[in-house]
């Protein structure tokens, strides 16, 4: 089941990306000779207004063939050649095909927070801070006000803030009150998490808390010997012993029992070094608060800059070596997560599929060939010099970039394959 939708996510996020190109192209009065669904031979279709809209037999994606799009060298052109279009109508068509997968992300987004709600966070003590401004923050800093509006949850901390202007605080730790302000110039690197509630929330089908007897709805009170105060601790503790059998002191309603649970045991690569942890399959326990549309939308515009950043850093940190090149994926690690976010619930799945296709978004952007990046910034050239690529730049241009992009493919296939072996 899981394979078949992930072959269905990856037709849906090629179909999308090519509409995109479509679109725009009969928007410029562009030629499109063929608009397919799937690959490989075609299975049936039909043809309208010149463009053949065909179904082919592998359900794997799609294309579109744009008129003149190759012909670079050509001059008697027909007027509704690709090539015969102005840079910046080049550039456009090119651009609307990851724009559209952004747009999709987006879309993705809204729905689950217009639809579903987003979560409720009770405003509790920090327990982890990182990133630009931790030097302000103490772990178990509870954030009473921020600029003079006073927090109840911990999602009105975000809400208050003021990008590039000075943001002012006040916080209590213990008996400690203190204030203090700085320049928000970097709101996505604000990062700060509350100590969760260890309440249980979500238990995934077929895992070792369901095996145990583990309900949603459980608040943990002990692991062995270890007093339970935030969700985190849960982690911690696991992530240090699991080898063994554990003993887990819940309260449930309002009783008083213990759980003996064996966790599982998962192998990732982090770094290009196997690390070996312990999994409950558990979500901690959260509240969902309806919001309007246009909350909706401010929310959504937040969630999507947040996730473009973390893809973007990824890639820097790639490409200057701070991340190995043993984290990159293929279709195994595809499917894997699909699998898991399946296992955990629908909006869990919706938010995998807004992550995938941000990731299709500016992964196509970068401008290395075949990818669409390098088409616009060979017409971005053209826009600025007035000089056109020609066949043999372009032919020697791809015979690279296809090189390394065969060498991408045979590296995230030997990653995944990897990955297998060592589980």
Avoid: C
Avoid at 10 to 32: P, Q, R
Avoid at 51 to 63: A, E, N
Avoid at 230 to 243: C, F, H, L, M, V
Avoid at 350 to 377: E, K, Q, V
């Amino acid at each position: 089941m899981s394979f078949l939708v992930m072959v269905l996510i990856l037709g849906i996020m090629v179909i999308i990306h090519e509409f995109g190109h479509f679109i725009v192209a009969k928007f410029f009065k562009i030629g499109v000779l063929t608009f397919s669904v799937g690959l490989g031979k075609k299975l049936f279709g039909f043809k309208k207004n010149e463009t053949d809209y065909i179904f082919s037999i592998l359900p794997f994606g799609g294309y579109v063939k744009l008129k003149g799009m190759e012909d670079f060298e050509n001059q008697n052109r027909d007027e509704d050649d690709f090539m015969n279009k102005s840079p910046i109508k080049r550039i456009l068509v090119i651009f609307s095909g990851p724009f559209a997968n952004f747009i999709f992300a987006f879309f993705l987004v809204f729905f689950m927070i217009f639809f579903f709600g987003i979560a409720k966070v009770e405003n509790r003590p920090l327990y982890s801070v990182e990133g630009t401004y931790k030097d302000y923050f103490k772990k178990n800093d509870l954030i009473t006000i921020v600029n003079g509006v006073k927090i109840k949850d911990f999602n009105d901390i975000f809400l208050n803030l003021i990008p590039n202007e000075e943001n002012r605080f006040e916080v209590i730790n213990k008996e400690e009150k203190r204030e203090f302000t700085f320049k928000l110039t970097k709101p996505e690197s604000l990062s700060i998490i509350p100590a969760f509630p260890p309440k249980i929330g979500i238990v995934e089908n077929n895992s070792a808390a369901m095996r145990s007897g583990i309900l949603k709805g459980d608040l943990i009170l002990m692991i062995d010997s270890f007093n339970i105060f935030a969700w985190q601790d849960i982690s911690n503790i696991i992530k240090e012993n699991y080898r063994e059998k554990m003993n887990f002191l819940i309260l449930r309603d309002n009783d008083t029992l213990t759980i003996t649970v064996k966790p599982d045991i998962r192998k990732d690569t982090v770094d290009g070094k196997v690390v070996e942890y312990g999994f409950l399959g558990v979500g901690f326990s959260y509240e969902i608060q309806k919001v309007g549309f246009i909350k909706s939308l401010k929310i959504s515009f937040e969630r999507i800059w947040q996730i473009s950043f973390s893809i973007l850093k990824f890639i820097k940190q790639l490409f200057t070596g701070r991340m190995s090149l043993k984290n990159l994926g293929g279709p195994v690690s595809i499917y894997t997560i699909t699998d898991q976010t399946l296992k955990i619930g629908f909006e869990t799945f919706l938010s995998f599929l807004a992550f995938f296709s941000i990731n299709l978004f500016i992964f196509n952007l970068i401008p290395f060939p075949p990818l669409d990046g390098s088409y616009i910034l060979i017409y971005l050239f053209e826009l600025v010099t007035g000089i056109k690529a020609n066949r043999k730049f372009m032919q020697v241009y791809q015979y690279i970039g296809l090189s390394v992009l065969f060498f991408l493919t045979f590296l995230v296939t030997f990653n995944d394959i990897l990955r297998i072996v060592q589980k």
